[in-house]
């Protein structure tokens, strides 16, 4: 009796750890459908907007108009005004918690697991904000120069 004992608890020690390796594998499987089932999603409404885009150009074009006779009818002031706010709000260098936020956000939604010493998105927070400026700000004064060149004097003095 005495030399059985230490048999059954080997065997249930086995047991236990079997059923623990089946149950870390089936969790490792479940992180990877969820990886796959996010990008797949992403994947798919990325097209689908795509194609909404490219195949509904009609609706596009009349938003278009609507959007450009409001700004026209606005004064050069309230443009410099609303370019400059919207690029600080949105592009500023003084919001990296909200660009970890909306890259995190990202990460999650495509399905990729991300902790607080990620290097990528450090990085990213980093860069991409002055990427997007630099590349914004030169499309804006590009066409602003074009339509209105007293709205680019008038940012000027604004940003001064």
Request: aromatic residues 16%; contains cysteine; glycine residues 4%.
């Amino acid at each position: 009796m005495i030399k059985e004992f230490p048999e059954r608890r080997l065997e249930k020690l086995r047991i236990g750890l079997q059923k623990e390796t089946i149950q870390l594998i089936k969790m490792h499987d479940e992180d990877h459908i969820h990886t796959i089932f996010h990008f797949s999603t992403n994947t798919i409404c990325f097209v689908i907007l795509s194609g909404y885009s490219i195949l509904c150009s009609e609706e596009h074009f009349t938003l278009s108009c609507w959007v450009k006779k409001f700004l026209y009818n606005l004064s050069d002031t309230i443009k410099a005004f609303s370019i400059l706010f919207v690029t600080d709000l949105c592009i500023g260098f003084h919001s990296p918690r909200g660009w970890e936020l909306l890259i995190g956000y990202v990460y999650n939604d495509f399905g990729l697991a991300h902790n607080d010493n990620d290097i990528i998105l450090s990085v990213l927070v980093s860069t991409f904000p002055v990427i997007l400026d630099t590349f914004f700000k030169y499309w804006l004064f590009s066409y602003l120069n074009r339509v209105s060149p007293s709205l680019v004097v008038i940012y000027h003095s604004m940003t001064e």
